[in-house]
T-cell receptor
Framework: DQQVKQNSPSLSVQEGRISILNCDYTNSMFDYFLWYKKYPAEGPTFLISISSIKDKNEDGRFTVFLNKSAKHLSLHIVPSQPGDSAVYFC??????????FGAGTRLTVKP | GAGVSQSPSNKVTEKGKDVELRCDPISGHTALYWYRQRLGQGLEFLIYFQGNSAPDKSGLPSDRFSAERTGESVSTLTIQRTQQEDSAVYLC????????????FGQGTRLTVV
C-alpha cells in the first residue's frame, strides 16, 4: 500500500541548473509534508517541510510546492550543487503522527 | 546523547538465528518509527508507536517480526529465524508530539544474514 509515491528513481542535472523532485500521495488525511536527504551510510536528515495550509515554503536554495487538489508536491533546488547529490525522500504525515515515506529519488548533480 | 541512537550499528547473523535491534529515541519524543531499506530500494515502513496507544504494526512483513516499546523510551525490534531477505538497513526515527514537526533518524543498523 504505497501511500506516498516518488515515481522517478533517479535524476541527473548539471551544476547550477534547477533540480525538480516530485512526489504524489493518495491519503487525503495527510496534512504535513517533509523532504529528507540521505547520504550513504547515514540516516536521513530533515531538509524542508510544508503544512497543508500553505502551497509554498522556501528555505534558501530549497523550495517545496504543494498542490493539494492534485495530491502532489515537489522540491525545487536552485542552483543545484554537486554536494546536493544524495537520495531524497518525500514523507507525509497525518494528525495522528503516522508518517509514510516514498521510495526515494537519487539526485546526481554533475560539475 | 541528543540524537536518536541505534545499536548495534552492524550485525552479521546466520540464517535461522534471532536478532534484536535497539533504538533509543530523543527524550520527550512520543512517536517512534521503524523503517527498513533493502539494497537499492526505498524506505519501507515497519511499525509506529505513538505514546501509550496501540502500535500500528501494519508494515511488519511477517510474524517473524515484532517490536516493543516501554512507555516513551527504548524500543526493540526482534526478527526471529532470520532469512537472507531480511538483510537491510533498519532505521529508527523519533518525533516530538504535536504533529507538525520533523522526525529525527538514527544512523541505522545494517543487518546481514548469511
Amino acid at each position: 500500500d504505497q501511500q506516498v509515491k516518488q515515481n522517478s528513481p533517479s535524476l541527473s542535472v548539471q551544476e547550477g541548473r534547477i533540480s525538480i523532485l516530485n512526489c504524489d500521495y493518495t491519503n487525503s488525511m495527510f496534512d504535513y509534508f517533509l523532504w529528507y536527504k540521505k547520504y550513504p551510510a547515514e540516516g536521513p536528515t530533515f531538509l524542508i517541510s510544508i503544512s497543508s495550509i500553505k502551497d509554498k515554503n522556501e528555505d534558501g536554495r530549497f523550495t517545496v510546492f504543494l498542490n493539494k487538489s492534485a495530491k502532489h508536491l515537489s522540491l525545487h533546488i536552485v542552483p543545484s550543487q554537486p554536494g546536493d547529490s544524495a537520495v531524497y525522500f518525500c514523507a507525509a504525515s497525518a494528525q495522528d503522527n503516522d508518517m509514510r515515506f516514498g521510495a526515494g529519488t537519487r539526485l546526481t548533480v554533475k560539475p | 546523547g541528543a540524537g536518536v541512537s541505534q545499536s548495534p550499528s552492524n550485525k552479521v547473523t546466520e540464517k535461522g538465528k534471532d536478532v534484536e535491534l535497539r533504538c533509543d529515541p530523543i527524550s520527550g519524543h512520543t512517536a517512534l518509527y521503524w523503517y527498513r531499506q533493502r539494497l537499492g530500494q526505498g524506505l519501507e515502513f515497519l511499525i509506529y508507536f505513538q505514546g501509550n496507544s496501540a502500535p500500528d504494526k501494519s508494515g511488519l512483513p511477517s510474524d517473524r517480526f515484532s517490536a516493543e516499546r516501554t512507555g516513551e523510551s527504548v524500543s526493540t525490534l526482534t526478527i526471529q529465524r532470520t532469512q537472507q531477505e531480511d538483510s537491510a538497513v533498519y532505521l529508527c526515527a523519533s518525533r516530538s508530539p504535536g504533529g507538525y514537526t520533523e522526525a529525527f533518524f538514527g544512523q541505522g543498523t545494517r543487518l546481514t544474514v548469511v
